[in-house]
């Protein structure tokens, strides 16, 4: 709009310009605090924030004053400053001057005014309080809200009305609640759905927002009418209403209404650095009350806004210009000092000498101090010979209203790309956040950091899950019995820790069954067996433990762990057991450590290094007792397996139905790291010289593990199988049970009708035991070696088996058809020396601390009267102070006929009372010691 326009909308008189600089004075909104121009004395802010209450005294001419000084904040550089022109004399019947109802009509009016949208998105003002209030006043009042208050006091009408007026104002409840959508959600979804999202959700919502919206809990803690009586919100509410506010204080209600409409422009202009839009606001808003005087509201309208300042002492965004014929008298009245001010005074002297007043009576909390009256000329018509020059003299360089630019950081432009930029941060932080939660579970087998076995996991770089669970966690294994395993055995742990609480004084001891095959990539559930059956025993051990009440029985808990395939993660495994040892001293020792390997000498190193005893099931390789003092082992060694294989095959040449030549060809694996496997071919070649057996020694290549090169040249085991088909010896098999399957099929694939002699060392009971395995090549005999008689039975006849029909009935329905290949009771037995050297040292020395330590010198005691005599046989250490396995220990030959169940050829050893095999080596004497 052209400057020339612009000026011919305003309202020409004498002094008009220092009007216009007034008002722009007072519209500014500064950068910092809230009043303009804050009075300073010695460099310090004093006084009170507050903006006047401008009363411009015109004569007849106000209504075309209020229009021009209207134009003139409408067309505000670079926006409009938000404001209402109220025509107090709009020529309705008038209602009394101090009515609430006239105070309420006007302020509904600038409610109104200031909630256009034509003041941009920065400059509209919600009245959120004042409209409660403004609603509450009218409920009840003819053709108003729908309230109906009786004198039966049923508060229910107003809820409903105050749900209604609730759901009126969201779209979403608006949206649900009509009669077209509420047809059609009901027909369309099932009925609780609709009645959740039309009826259960919006009332619970408004239930929520009655207590904790913020109109409402401020109408219960403004200062007047009392609201806190009767204490309720609804009660305080239903005094507001019509007809019931009628018998209230007219003064305190008409406060209240204009607090709650001030405390509306409050909270728009309120600074926080999280809402930008309030630094926009650059402009106060202005109320242009048109023909105020004592016949209308105008006057008790600016007196109650100037007590609810004086009362509050709250600073309010709002600029009231008075435009009348006159002031109200209690503005002039008492400013004899300097009285009305004509614009022939400067406007920066008029308003400093408003503020100096203001700073010096303001605390007086009266009204007149509010004051700023101002005498306007009379307005200049275009016909008058000096309209033009006083127009262009000092209206035209005033008549453009400059407000300030907001802050470079809260324009609408920079918070966007700061609210993008957040955005981005938060979503870059959230990404970052996911990675590397997505890492910590693909490096701790699949947990989120706050699963409880997850500290004490890690995901191998094989894809195995290796680490001790405590918590129920199943290693990812494929096998559903194994898992049944596991769970039982974190069950039993709960009861024991609940025994312990309840018997605080009975030992509470901690063992870690440490594994190598319980999670591996591409392995079968049958292969997974023998790892599952050392377990089982191992629980039931615990479970019949956990039934003893004695005050020397210790209660047990077992944490099963895996170390991988191979062992080949032993050591690290260790590592988390020197941590978990240090926040647990109840744990005393280990049991399990599969397979003889070198990856199994550095585990067993690496324990000793942490101070824990162990106790292994299945290890049989002569060198594993020389790695640690605190090595023990419930199996006997390759030598004594050796001795008794020569001593069987020496007992078939002679006695045998196929009598082989007295010539033997030992096949072993290739790999260096195969410690078992080395070690037994070894011994055995040794003892089957001695016995005049003509020997040949063969390897093999076991295959590789995925993306691994081959450890030798030499053959794979199916290929050396075939090869053995027409050897006239008998064949000693002394690998892994995985290889020696390979090798039955190359044997059936060239000589199934008439197989070699075969004995196999205690590994390929792993493969009897399974029997859809074993049942692969049904036409092909062949011996091997076991830890246990090979027999077993779910019943009452031993410890074992009853524990383990209880826990594992569905083990017992396979009894028929398996050997359960002993390792059950070597889990158990390795178990079960743990718990009676726990129990010596509670009777010996009760006050004994139950360390890692105490209890292997407990262990290396076990001989003679205190001999264990366990279910895979006696297990003593023979009087010996550096005898780490077991004395005599029981070794049977299993006898494999087509796919039938393993038949004991014979047994040497000590079980019970019973008496070894005539062909076995003699029995070793005790040692006194």
């Known amino acids: 709009m052209a400057s ?58 106000h209504t075309q004053l209020a229009k021009g000084i209207s134009y003139f904040l409408s067309h505000a550089d670079p926006r409009r400053v938000p404001h209402c022109l109220h025509d107090l004399q709009d020529g309705s019947p008038p209602p009394p001057p101090e009515s609430v109802e006239a105070v309420r009509h006007t302020l509904e009016r600038l409610a109104q005014g200031f909630a256009r949208s034509v003041h941009g998105s920065d400059g509209r003002v919600r009245f959120r309080r004042f409209g409660l209030v403004n609603w509450l006043t009218q409920a009840g009042a003819t053709g108003a809200a729908p309230y109906s208050g009786g004198m039966e006091g049923n508060d229910h009408t107003l809820l409903q009305g105050l749900r209604e007026r609730e759901f009126r104002r969201r779209r979403l409840f608006g949206l649900l609640r009509s009669p077209e959508t509420e047809l059609a959600v009901d027909g369309t979804v099932p009925w609780w759905v609709w009645l959740f999202a039309v009826h259960v959700f919006p009332l619970a919502w408004f239930r929520v927002r009655r207590g904790l919206g913020r109109e409402y809990r401020w109408l219960l803690n403004q200062p007047y009418l009392a609201p806190r009586d009767p204490g309720t919100f609804i009660g305080f509410a239903e005094r507001l209403t019509a007809p019931h506010h009628q018998v209230e204080d007219p003064e305190q209600l008409r406060k209240l209404m204009v607090n709650a409409f001030l405390e509306d422009l409050r909270v728009a202009f309120r600074r926080r650095i999280w809402r930008p839009r309030t630094a926009r606001r650059t402009a106060y808003c202005v109320a242009l009350l048109d023909g105020a005087n004592a016949g209308n509201c105008g006057y008790p309208l600016l007196q109650t806004i100037i007590d609810v300042r004086n009362e509050t002492g709250a600073f309010d965004p709002l600029l009231v210009i008075s435009c009348g014929a006159e002031p109200p008298a209690e503005g002039t009245g008492i400013r004899a000092d300097w009285g009305h001010h004509s614009l022939w005074e400067l406007a920066d002297r008029l308003y400093g000498g408003w503020r100096d007043t203001f700073l010096h009576q303001g605390r007086a909390r009266n009204r007149a101090p509010w004051y700023l009256p101002v005498t306007v000329p009379r307005l200049l018509p275009p016909s008058d010979e000096s309209y033009e020059l006083t127009r262009r003299l000092e209206v035209a360089q005033d008549a453009r209203l400059r407000i300030p630019e907001p802050p470079l950081w809260a324009r609408r432009m920079v918070s966007v790309v700061a609210a993008c930029g957040v955005l981005v941060a938060l979503l870059g932080a959230g990404g970052l956040v996911l990675r590397r939660e997505s890492n910590y579970r693909d490096a701790h087998c699949g947990l989120h950091r706050f699963e409880g076995d997850a500290e004490t996991l890690r995901t191998a770089e094989t894809g195995e899950c290796i680490g001790v669970a405590r918590n129920g966690f199943t290693f990812h294994s494929p096998d559903p019995l194994l898992n049944k395993t596991l769970r039982t055995i974190y069950a039993q742990n709960a009861r024991a820790e609940e025994a312990h609480r309840a018997a605080p004084e009975r030992p509470f001891v901690t063992l870690v069954h440490l594994s190598a095959l319980l999670s591996v990539s591409g392995k079968s559930t049958g292969q997974l067996a023998y790892g599952r059956e050392a377990l089982q025993g191992a629980a039931s051990a615990q479970s019949r433990q956990l039934r003893s009440t004695g005050a020397a029985e210790p209660i047990l808990r077992i944490f099963p762990a895996n170390a991988g395939s191979g062992m080949r993660f032993g050591t690290r495994v260790v590592g988390i057991l020197a941590g978990l040892q240090q926040q647990d001293p109840s744990l005393v020792g280990v049991t399990g450590l599969d397979q003889s390997r070198e990856a199994t000498n550095r585990t067993i190193r690496k324990l000793t290094a942490v101070g824990l ?25 390759n030598t004594r397996e050796a001795a008794v294989a020569a001593a069987y095959a020496d007992h078939v040449v002679g006695h045998g139905a196929k009598k082989p030549a007295r010539r033997v060809r030992i096949i072993s694996s290739a790999d260096p790291s195969d410690t078992y496997s080395r070690t037994l071919s070894d011994d055995v070649a040794q003892r089957f010289r001695a016995r005049g057996f003509t020997v040949e020694k063969t390897s093999f290549t076991p295959p590789p593990p995925p993306g691994a090169d081959p450890s030798s040249d030499a053959p794979g085991p199916g290929t050396v199988g075939q090869r053995s088909c027409s050897y006239p010896g008998m064949v000693f098999f002394a690998g892994r049970s995985e290889d020696f399957e390979s090798l039955l099929g190359g044997i059936n694939e060239s000589c199934n009708s008439d197989p070699p002699t075969l004995l196999g060392g205690d590994d390929v009971a792993r493969l009897a035991a399974d029997a859809e395995r074993r049942q692969q090549y049904p036409g092909i005999p062949y011996d091997f070696l076991d830890f246990t008689l090979g027999s077993a039975r779910c019943d009452d006849t031993s410890e074992l088996y009853a524990e383990l029909g209880r826990l594992f009935p569905e083990e017992c329905a396979q009894v028929a058809s398996s050997s359960l290949d002993g390792h059950a009771a070597l889990g158990f037995d390795a178990v079960k020396l743990y718990i009676n050297a726990v129990k010596q040292l509670r009777e010996d020395a009760a006050q004994m601390p139950l360390t890692p330590p105490a209890v292997w010198h407990a262990i290396s005691g076990v001989h003679g009267d205190e001999a264990l005599d366990g279910e895979s046989g006696i297990i003593s250490f023979g009087g010996d102070v550096d005898r780490q396995v077991p004395l005599d220990k029981l070794l049977s030959v299993q006898h494999i006929d087509g796919a039938g169940k393993p038949t004991q050829a014979g047994f040497c050893g000590r079980v019970g009372g019973q008496k070894q095999s005539s062909w076995c080596p003699p029995l070793e004497a005790e040692k006194d010691r």
Request: a positive charge.
């Open 613 to 637: 005893p162990m106790v292994a099931t299945t290890l049989s390789a002569d060198s594993l007792v020389r790695q640690s003092p605190m090595y023990f082992q419930v199996s006997p060694q």
């Open 4 to 61: 020339n326009e612009l000026d011919s909308n305003i309202p020409v008189f004498r002094g008009a310009g220092h009007l216009l600089r007034l008002i722009a004075d007072l519209v500014r909104r500064p950068r910092r605090r809230e009043c303009p121009e804050p009075v300073r004395h010695r460099g310090v802010a004093q006084g009170r924030e507050g903006l006047p209450v401008l009363c411009l005294v015109s004569g007849e001419e």
